[in-house]
């Protein structure tokens, strides 16, 4: 990366995401058609997306077949071990101890207590996005749970200075379940890309193998629709 932005990202803002994939070389074929992304080898046999030569996603082989085939947001700490026991005494869950990914930092996965999977890193060498906001990469995060003043309790206490404080301009948010997706959906993050023009992009999806899991809506933070990927992961197109 061009600098070291580790700065940048305070304490629950997210900073990354990655894609647990069955088969990388055909996620490198569908998101570098549909946003541009180049590749680069990184740590453990995953890979780096890179747009206009900036870090902006990863990908990696999902060894496991039982595993989900997901996208996870990771939120910004520069403590994960004081971050997962404080999301332990919480009420949520641990599902990957802090663990040093090389020299670049540390990561984690928690759930909150409905179950809503995330990340944690602490950066090292490696502080995460080096370019969000733009086409093609990260623009937003959202939580779909069943119990919003659960998550808004939760969420809350965690991430006070980056949902409240007075710098805060905060990239997720939450909405009901029900909104959005069948009452049975279980609670879940679903992270967004931006897109400068999302009927066209549908379009490419749809081409690449893809699928339209629900079509453009409304939202405080955008046009939205919800794709899935050649291989069933799903994500969220945002239209600003």
Excluded at 130 to 153: M, S
Aim: charged share 20%; glycine share 12%; hydrophobic share 45%.
């Amino acid at each position: 990366m061009a600098e070291n932005r580790a700065s940048a990202y305070g304490e629950g803002v997210p900073c990354w995401v990655d894609a647990q994939l069955p088969d990388l070389a055909a996620g490198r074929r569908f998101y570098g058609e549909l946003f541009g992304w180049t590749f680069e080898e990184a740590y453990g046999g995953s890979v780096w997306a890179r747009k206009d030569g900036e870090a902006v996603a990863a990908l990696a082989h999902k060894a496991d077949g039982r595993l989900p085939t997901v996208w996870t947001v990771y939120f910004a700490t520069p403590d994960v071990v004081r971050l997962t026991g404080r999301i332990r005494d919480a009420g949520g869950q641990v599902f990957m101890a802090p663990m040093p990914v090389g020299e670049l930092g540390t990561a984690a996965l928690a759930a909150d207590p409905e179950g809503a999977v995330f990340g944690l890193w602490q950066a090292a060498r490696f502080p995460g996005f080096g370019l969000r906001h733009k086409a093609g990469t990260f623009g937003w995060a959202e939580l779909y749970a069943r119990d919003t003043e659960t998550a808004n309790t939760f969420y809350g206490g965690l991430f006070t200075d980056a949902l409240f404080g007075p710098e805060a301009a905060p990239d997720f948010g939450r909405a009901p379940v029900s909104d959005v997706f069948p009452v049975e959906m279980p609670p879940h993050f679903l992270v967004h890309f931006r897109v400068e023009d999302i009927t066209a992009v549908l379009g490419a999806v749809q081409r690449l193998g893809g699928r339209v899991q629900v079509p453009p809506f409304e939202t405080s933070y955008g046009k939205v629709a919800v794709v899935t990927d050649n291989q069933g992961a799903s994500f969220a197109l945002q239209q600003r």
